[in-house]
């Protein structure tokens, strides 16, 4: 569709004193957005929300668990929701908080302030992959960028067609993600090749050149910390070696999300009470 401001001209006029002035027209910055957007990996299903209450451009505001029936939920797992929507809360507002810092330190190139990085922890189903993904095209709106969005399996299945590939080259791949002002990588530890030092080599030097260039990371995953209270394995540790593990704490600190399988629990709630 033609832009009705500036039937696609991409720029207006304006008149000043004796002068008219060309200016940029707002469909142009649309423009770059989705095209930040595009090339980010952001998967388009969460490009559509926002963490901020009311964003301005017609986004979806981002609802910590909502729209779970309590009804027909066992008197247990209407605790756990409770405790699922207190843990995406207080996941909420660290995401928040983060969004605030990197945008000031991006936008005023201000190198003291400090851009940590940070993991949200928990099991399937708790939102972790919508809130990062969700924070980053917050980021992409203000104008952070490039910002980049990669799922950890997806990353080495890519890394390994590259090998294979003329065109494609490994650093084509990792560059990107390595430059990126802020970079999530979702579903760490997850299975992704059987070559264990391989996948520790490549994720140790994508994480040790952002840490040197001061760049944040977000993380998530499904695996606890061997040093947390009461968690069985497999930890994050036993899939990625005990020196990545180190630097990712350093790097990520973790964010607790608790509680349950919403999708599972939305399931078992239609199911009950159908008969056998
Ligand atoms: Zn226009």
Known sequence: MTCPLCNGRGFSTKTEGIYEIVVACSCQRMKQIHAELGASGIPQKYQQYSLLDAPADGRIPFKEAEGFYARGLSEGDALELRHCKMSQKKALAICRERYETYLKAFQTKDESIPTPGFMLRGPCGTGKTHMAATLLTDLVYAGVSPVRFVEYTQLFRQLRYS???????????????????????DDLGAQASDNTTWVQDILGYLLNERYGSMLPTIITTNFPDELDEGASGPFLSDRLGVRLRSRIREMCPAVHMTGLDLRQLMDSAKNKGKPG
């Not at 090998?163 to 791949?173: A, C, H, K, P, V």
């Open 163 to 185: 090998y294979g590939s003329s065109e494609l080259r490994e650093s084509d791949i990792l560059e990107p993600l390595v430059k990126a002002k802020v970079l999530c990588l």
